[in-house]
Structures are given as C-alpha cells and as structure tokens.
C-alpha cells in the first residue's frame, strides 16, 4: 500500500501515519507522521516527475517519452504543477502562535488549552 495515498474507507479523507516498525529489531514507533508532497501523488503524476527529471527538464523528451503532441505534453506537467501547489499549503501554525501568546502571558494557561 502506498501510505501517501491511503484514504479513509467511511469519509474519503486522506488518513495520517501513526505507527514504524523496524522489521529487523522489532523497535515500533508511534505518533503523528508526515508523508512527503510527492508520495501524496499518484503513480502516474510520480512516474512523470521522474521522467521530467531524469531527461533534465525537457519537455521535447517528455513529449516522446509520452508519445503526444508538445501541447499535450505541457499540459500535463502544467496540471502536474497545479497539483503540487495545492498540496503545499503552509502549515498551521496556530499551535505556535497559542504557545507564544502564552509565552508572553497575554493569555492564562486555561485559555492556551480551551484554543489548542
């Protein structure tokens, strides 16, 4: 299974790693992981990025690796580009900023959790 592009079998919604194990020692860990902007991709849109890599950029090379028209194939790395830009949202940073606040005392420890 790709883990980058698991889904919640009841909602649709992407679903986040909680669990590592070594299969050699047996050390298991758990908590809150990250997958990569790219593992988030399908096969295809990963395949291509490899390939727009590997022939260093040219989309004259993507377009016969792909064996479609140079419009096509520009297409493709365009919608590529749009998907990766929605993937590569900031990060939320409220817990931060909840954390600084408090640091500063601007806000009691109980209002800190009420907003964590």
Do not use: H, W
């Amino acid at each position: 299974m790709d883990i980058g592009n698991a889904r919640c079998p009841e909602c649709g919604k992407a679903m986040t790693p909680v669990a590592c194990r070594c299969d050699d020692c047996g050390i298991r860990m758990e908590g809150r992981f990250s997958v990569s902007i790219l593992s988030q991709l399908s096969p295809e849109d990963q395949a291509l990025i490899i390939a727009f890599v590997r022939s260093f950029g040219s989309i004259k090379r993507i377009q016969e690796l792909l064996d479609v028209s140079y419009p096509t194939a520009r297409a493709r790395l365009e919608e590529l580009v749009e998907r990766l830009d929605s993937t590569m949202q900031a990060p939320d940073n409220r817990e931060n900023m909840v954390l600084d606040r408090l640091k500063r005392g601007d806000i009691t420890f109980r209002q800190a959790m009420e907003e964590l």
